[in-house]
């Protein structure tokens, strides 16, 4: 690289390393006051990153007081049910969508793209009554079944499927497979990359979900991390430490699953961008 590319690149390397500083910041920030002690200011002026004696008093007195491992435990069953569910039914939606020549599919297509513009907010009442119709009030089923399939996983994992070439399943069909058989053993396998993308997505929905679960559960023992998290700001009226130790508590999951499927997140992620 020549040092004339070099400074034109070089705009577009500090844009980027303060988008960095922007998107990581908060985080920094959060984990900093988490780990800082009563007698330090966490609203000092100006601001200090680095705690002056770094603790985890913090964390212990939030483990003490609220059941966080039950809340983990809840949060994990939910957002691996939902998930897995999302998965299954997203692929095999998308496949027919992608595959199948059935009536009606562009309307279908269409109205499954039109109902990404709507907000949860609008349908939030219809399911709630649906939900205690079925008697799900208080269950993790009540928990699991509005993120068990969504319109986004469907749309994805449909292009996913049409970017698979149609003579490995002409072949399979030569040799007398069936549609089911072709869709598990075929095309499943081949876009592993966009799974694992519609995973990190969907876990990371489900596991934020705030709305959902405070309308559909008061039963303590059904609370999910983000509930637990919000129990922290009444139970010790606004301690910002013990608030941002929660919270750095449930982000941790977070920053597991997608560290460990960085790999193939980001390749499903630019899956297309480029030809070759």
Request: net charge positive; hydrophobic share 55%.
């Amino acid at each position: 690289m020549t040092s004339s590319s070099g400074l034109r690149l070089l705009p577009r390397y500090m844009a980027l390393c303060l988008w960095a500083l922007c998107t990581v910041g908060p985080f920094l920030w959060l984990l900093s006051t988490s780990l800082k002690g009563p007698a330090e200011n966490i609203f000092a002026y100006p601001p200090s990153l680095l705690p002056q004696a770094p603790t985890l008093g913090n964390f212990e007195r939030v483990l003490q007081s609220q059941p966080f491992m039950l809340y983990l435990r809840n949060s994990l069953l939910v957002a691996c049910l939902a998930v897995g569910l999302n998965l299954l039914f997203s692929s095999m939606a998308g496949y027919a969508l992608a595959r199948l020549d059935f009536r009606g599919k562009a309307i279908i297509f269409g109205a499954l793209l039109a109902s990404m513009m709507v907000p949860f907010q609008l349908l939030m009442i219809p399911v709630y009554q649906l939900a205690v119709s079925l008697g799900l009030r208080n269950s993790f089923v009540g928990l699991v079944l509005p993120h068990a399939c969504t319109a986004f996983g469907i749309f994805l994992m449909k292009q996913a499927f049409e970017s698979i070439p149609r003579s490995l399943e002409d072949a399979a069909v030569m040799e007398g497979v069936g549609s089911f058989q072709i869709w598990w053993h075929v095309a499943m396998p081949l876009v592993r990359p966009t799974l694992a993308t519609l995973a990190v997505f969907s876990f990371i929905a489900v596991w934020g979900d705030f709305l959902w679960p405070l309308l559909i559960v008061d039963d303590p023992s059904r609370f999910t991390l983000p509930l637990g998290v919000n129990r922290l700001s009444s139970t010790f009226s606004l301690d910002w430490r013990l608030v941002a130790a929660g919270a750095v508590f449930s982000l941790v999951p977070v920053l597991v699953v997608f560290g460990l499927s960085q790999r193939y997140f980001i390749e499903g992620a630019l899956k297309g961008a480029v030809k070759g």
